[in-house]
């Protein structure tokens, strides 16, 4: 196994184990308080992370063997094997942390390759190629890093902070490459592009046809993530907020390269 592919192994497998710890603490917290909001809310948090970790392992692929079990843990199955509703949200957390658990055990294997096979085939250096100004991909490769640590390690103003950079830097490089006339059509501001607001970059990229309603998902911190730096103590940004942000993200890569 070569270094770069053990040390992908190495932090997945860190990653997971910082998901499982959580996600049984999320499981205690609804057996003692099942109708509590926090614990609902840090539910949902807790596997909207879970869902992100999946579809990286899984290289986006919902046929991945990975994917299919991430989205049968939400169903509730008759006598037959049919999905007829959703399971408990106890139940889906029990079942998560065992799809989690599989995971580790594909990774942890000698031959951990073929759980990785997806995202390992396209390099992390060519995440970022469609990017048409060449100078920013690896500034942008770094900054994607860093948001994922920040994430992992519990520093949800950063990621989200770091996730929106990306988001508006990859966005403001697809308008310039559209023209100015195309962007005036679209209802631009008779301003350039860098003076634009983050919201209005995203709006009128909405309308020209270059990205999908994928941002409409976008946390209100992180529409105004502007206007509060590392030193902002009156800005709360949960976990749920960061995940969600990084989740929009992914989806304007893909919209941005549809081939990704």
């Known amino acids: ?40 809310a840090a539910t949902r948090a807790w596997q909207e992370h879970c869902g992100v970790t999946i579809n990286q392992l899984s290289g986006g692929s919902k046929a991945h063997w990975l994917a299919r079990s991430f989205s049968d843990a939400f169903l509730m199955r008759s006598a ?13 957390v029990e079942r998560l942390l065992e799809v989690l658990e599989q995971a580790v055990a594909s990774l942890s294997r000698e031959d951990a390759g073929p759980i990785l096979s997806a995202s390992s085939e396209a390099p992390a250096a060519r995440r970022f190629e469609f990017v048409q100004n060449s100078k920013l991909r690896p500034i942008l490769e770094q900054a994607y890093t860093d948001s994922r640590r920040a994430l992992e390690q519990g520093d949800y103003d950063l990621a989200l902070r770091t996730s929106c950079g990306i988001l508006e830097t990859i966005v403001t490089d697809a308008l310039e490459l559209k023209g100015r006339s195309a962007l005036t059509a679209s209802g631009a501001p008779p301003l350039e592009i860098a003076d634009w607001s983050f919201e209005t970059r995203l709006a009128i990229a909405e309308r020209a046809g270059l990205i999908r309603g994928g941002c409409v998902r976008l946390p209100a911190v992180a529409r105004a993530y502007r206007d509060h730096g590392e030193s902002d103590s009156t800005v709360t940004v949960s976990e749920r907020d960061a995940v969600r942000t990084g989740q929009v993200l992914h989806v304007v890569m893909r919209d941005l390269n549809p081939g990704r």
Request: proline content about 4%; glycine content about 10%; cysteine-free.
């Open 80 to 92: 037959a094997g049919h999905a007829v509703e959703g399971a408990a949200p106890e139940e889906i």
């Open 1 to 40: 196994m070569n270094e770069n592919l053990r040390a992908q192994i190495e932090s997945h497998l860190a990653h997971l184990d910082g998901l499982i710890r959580r996600g049984r603490q999320v499981r205690d917290a609804l057996a003692t308080e099942p109708s509590s909001g926090a614990a609902i």
